[in-house]
Nanobody, 125 residues
Framework: QVQLVESGGGLVQPGGSLRLSCAASGSDASINAMGWYRQAPGKERELVAGIGSGGNTKYAASVKGRFTISRDNAKNSVYLQMNSLKPEDTAVYYC???????????????????WGKGTLVTVSS
């Protein structure tokens, strides 16, 4: 079993920055990647960013160039640095433990059924 706990959400003005953190405990041999998903009101949950065990990353087109995912294996943690935030980034952000495959330079991320409870990010003036 794996437990995931997110932190770092809050209210920020457009153009501002936030850093989300996710601390993981437990283990599952199927896990070789971590990701961040988000779900806005009335919308489906979507992958924001994923990172494989080798450090390869994947980003949604809407956040590429603004968000950065990173991991600290020693701390069993994954982070999401969010810059130049927009009102449309408002959502509940969920940490996920998953599986990833690398084909060339493209990372394919697959969510396993390990989710944090989520942290709310609100971008508003």
């Amino acid at each position: 079993q794996v437990q995931l706990v997110e932190s770092g959400g809050g209210l920020v003005q457009p153009g501002g920055s936030l850093r989300l953190s996710c601390a993981a405990s437990g283990s599952d041999a199927s896990i070789n990647a971590m990701g961040w998903y988000r779900q806005a009101p009335g919308k489906e949950r979507e992958l924001v960013a994923g990172i494989g065990s080798g450090g390869n990353t994947k980003y949604a087109a809407s956040v590429k160039g603004r968000f950065t995912i990173s991991r600290d294996n020693a701390k069993n943690s994954v982070y999401l640095q969010m810059n130049s935030l927009k009102p449309e980034d408002t959502a509940v952000y969920y940490c996920n433990a998953g599986s990833a495959a690398l084909a060339g330079s493209t990372l394919y991320y697959y969510a396993l059924n390990y989710w944090g409870k989520g942290t709310l990010v609100t971008v508003s003036s």
